[in-house]
């Protein structure tokens, strides 16, 4: 699943391409694109420095933007479901918000939950790619928490951008509190080599980095590269741009 998220973008640089003897210019792209109507196309692309690029779906044009792809500049959030019991908590990477850390937000959910009173609680890291593993303690509280009360369930949405800290938290998630996972495996889980550090090397100036440290979270001998869901549910492209989300109408229906 690493290879299914990540390759994607690599395939969007001419160099890569180039480098693969896949195409003759290194300066620009020549596509041949199938548009809606079914014509064919034929565009060349320039290049364009973007280093600030994040490898996370946009939303979808000309339609409405489904919940999981509205508020993809917030580090987490989340919004009362009452006509489905339910919470909906999105949290896009394992990191502190401008004004709210991801501790605070776990009290936030806390208070959330004592003032709702769900049953259900969707938690979302389809887009979660990772950050900092020491930060999500007391969400994770909160959910375990919820979790142990009986009639409470908890639904969690993954897929192959779940990376990093974000896999080490869908493992504890998996360890402690045991929600129905919904949608695609992830690229990692929780035994995984991680926090990365740089260095340039001193001719070429090319920058590389290596990990330092092997993260353990599931048991000694869990050999898995991906965490599997209970439910497995795909994102297609015609989905994608008709707005739907077939992952969260799945744990719809398993509620209903």
């Known amino acids: 699943m690493e290879d299914v998220w990540s390759v994607p973008y690599l395939l969007e640089l001419p ?3 180039k480098g693969l003897d ?19 196309v034929q565009k060349t692309l320039g290049l364009i420095d973007d280093p600030e690029r994040k490898r996370k779906l946009n939303p979808p044009p000309r339609v409405e933007s489904p919940l999981f792809l509205s508020n993809m500049n917030e580090m987490h959030w989340l919004k009362p479901m009452p006509e489905h019991r339910a919470i909906y908590v999105q949290v896009n990477n394992i990191m502190n918000d401008k004004d ?22 969707i938690l979302d890291i389809r887009h979660n790619n990772g950050g900092n593993t ?3 303690v007391e969400l994770l509280r909160t959910l375990i928490a919820f ?11 993954i897929g192959r951008n779940v990376y990093s800290a974000a896999a080490n938290f869908s493992t504890d998630l998996e ?3 045991r929600p129905v996972f919904v949608g695609e495996p992830t690229s990692q889980i929780g035994n995984q080599w991680g926090d990365e550090s740089q260095f340039v090397l001193p001719y070429s100036g090319q ?20 965490l599997v869901p209970q439910v497995p549910v795909q994102l297609t492209a015609k989905a994608y741009f008709r707005g739907e989300d077939p992952a969260l109408d799945a744990v719809v229906r398993l509620i209903t």
């Open 15 to 17: 160099a890569v391409l």
């Open 22 to 40: 896949m195409i003759q210019n290194g300066d620009r792209a020549e596509l041949t694109l199938k548009m809606p109507d079914g014509t064919v």
């Open 134 to 136: 020491f930060t999500y």
């Open 100 to 121: 709210e850390t991801l501790a605070q937000f776990g009290l936030t959910l806390k208070r959330a939950i004592q003032e709702q009173k769900p049953d259900n609680i």
């Open 147 to 157: 979790s142990t009360v009986e009639g409470h369930a908890v639904y969690a949405l």
């Open 207 to 226: 920058i590389g980095s290596f990990s330092g440290l092997r993260w353990q979270i599931s048991h000694p001998w869990d050999q898995r590269h991906s």
């Open 175 to 177: 360890r402690i509190v």
